[in-house]
């Protein structure tokens, strides 16, 4: 089993910034990639940026440009630079990590609130 713990979030109003951290414990040595997945209410759960243990990443359309990245393999972390916020990056915010297989293993963190108001 992997655990994902996650911190950083909050109020924020739009144009502004906040960071998002993610720490994996447990069985790490399974992890592939990790990243960050949102979902607003009444909408599904979407992706908004992955990175693989390789350093292949992938945004959403929506946040190219404004979100970034960054995972570190020593300390089994993943970050999120979020800059240049809209009201409409208000969500959820999960951390994801997944396995290398045919049919990955996906573990979640217990998510963590961003709200981009004015």
């Known amino acids: 089993q992997v655990q994902l713990v996650e911190s950083g979030g909050g109020l924020v109003q739009p144009g502004g910034s906040l960071r998002l951290s993610c720490a994996a414990s447990?069985?790490?040595?399974?992890?592939?990639?990790m990243g960050w997945y949102r979902q607003a209410p009444g909408k599904q759960r979407e992706l908004v940026s992955t990175?693989?243990?390789?350093?292949?990443?992938n945004y959403a359309d929506s946040v190219k440009g404004r979100f970034t990245i960054s995972r570190d393999n020593a300390k089994n972390t993943v970050s999120l630079q979020m800059n240049s916020l809209k009201p409409e990056d208000t969500a959820v915010y999960y951390c994801?990590?997944?396995?290398?297989?045919?049919?990955?293993?996906?573990?979640w963190g217990q998510g963590t609130q961003v709200t981009v108001s004015s």
């Open positions: 994801n990590a997944y396995t290398l297989a045919i049919v990955p293993v996906n573990y």
């Open positions: 990175r693989t243990n390789r350093g292949t990443t």
């Open positions: 447990g069985s790490i040595e399974r992890i592939y990639g």
